[in-house]
Every structure is written in C-alpha cells, then in structure tokens.
C-alpha cells in the first residue's frame, strides 16, 4: 500500500511512520502542515520548520504547507495537502500519530473517506505510559521543545529523553494529572534520531530555554543541523 505519513518530527508521527514500514508500505512522502498560530486545534507549532531536516534525513519527499490554524480553515488546507499527496504521488493511505484526540481522528478521517484514503492510526488508544517507553525503546532519540502542564519541570527541556526520564514523566503525570504522552498539550517534542534516520541525525548546536507563563516554557533552538551517522 503506497501510504503518506502526517508528520509533525515529533515522537507520535515518527513512531506511526516506523510502524507504517515495519508492516510493509510504501512510505512515498511526508506531509506537514505549519499552523501560522500558537492554538492551532489540528497541528503543533514548535519547530516544525526543522521536519525538513527530519525528511532529508529519512531521505522521503515532503509536502510543507502552512496553514492559518484557524479552525476550520486548517482544515481545507489539511484536505488540499492530502490532494496534492494523491496527485503527485498517488497514495492509498494516511497514517497518522493520533493518540487520543476525537476532534483531530474524527477530521482526519472525514477528509480521508471523502478523498477515498484509507486511514492507518496505529497508536490510536494505546497504554500511555507503556507507549511511552516503547519509544525510547524502538530507538527514537527526542527531545522536548515545549512545556505546558503544572509538575512537568524546564528541567526536561532540550535533553534527550531517556527511560528514566519516562519512569519520571509518568511518576509525575500520575501525581499531578497531565496526560504522561503529552496528548493533551501538555508538551511538545522534536525527534533528533530514529532508525528510520539512515544517513543523518540532527544535532541542536545551540539553544535557550525561554519561560512564556507560570507553567509554560519553551526551548528555542537557536542552531540546529544535520550530521552523519
């Protein structure tokens, strides 16, 4: 099956993308959409530029549009991207890194039925905390960009997160209550390296973490680039 893969460089989209190729599709593009706003209700924001270093590192073409976040404009951008995948690369399928979120499956879907696209959500209503260790264990290296949740610290900011890390986000996630994958908001990531990655990993040379509310923080990175493997 010749298959897109919605992909923001996050852990969620890379570990849907690994999934697609271990069970056989033809990944033939990735497609990414960057939201001109913070509260976009469909894709993340921060550092989604750097998603194309991510795909010359995977070594796949991308569709990169931006998308006003607007409700529901971003979505006729979303179903415009999806048009452009059918028509350059004739896909079968989306897969997509969906975890919890009604809205954003439901969207998807729609858009996908109408276009006659079969949808693949494999992380759709997984364990949280188990996925989470799933990832570090499948080899995908990320760090978080962004923090939005009480008893998530800026401590975690801008490292790569390792199982301990993940033993702690969801020691903490279990106190004080935030989602321990981060489905709610709570965080945001960017994915460095993955297997999937052949030739290339990305390597922040310089970043600074900024504090933007009580509980929201931020890493800005500053410099970033690719290196070989």
Known sequence: MRACVLF????????????????GFDIECLVTLEPRREDSWMFHRPAIAFTKLQAEALGLPQIYIETSGIKDKELEDLRNALEIALRKYEVDAIVTGALLSDYQRMNINLIAEELDLRVFSPLWRKDQAEYMLEVVRMGIRFIITSISAYGLEPTFLGRIIE???????????????????FEGGEAETLVLDAPLFRHYRLVVRKGRIVKLGEYTWRYVI?????EEK
Do not use: C, M, Q
Not at 165 to 174: F, K, L, P, S
């Open 8 to 23: 923001s460089g996050g852990k969620d989209s890379t570990y849907a993308l690994h999934w697609a190729f271990l069970k």
């Open 222 to 226: 500053e410099d970033i680039g690719l």
């Open 163 to 181: 199982e301990s890390d993940v033993h702690e986000i969801v020691r903490r996630a279990r106190k004080y209550g935030f989602n321990p994958a």
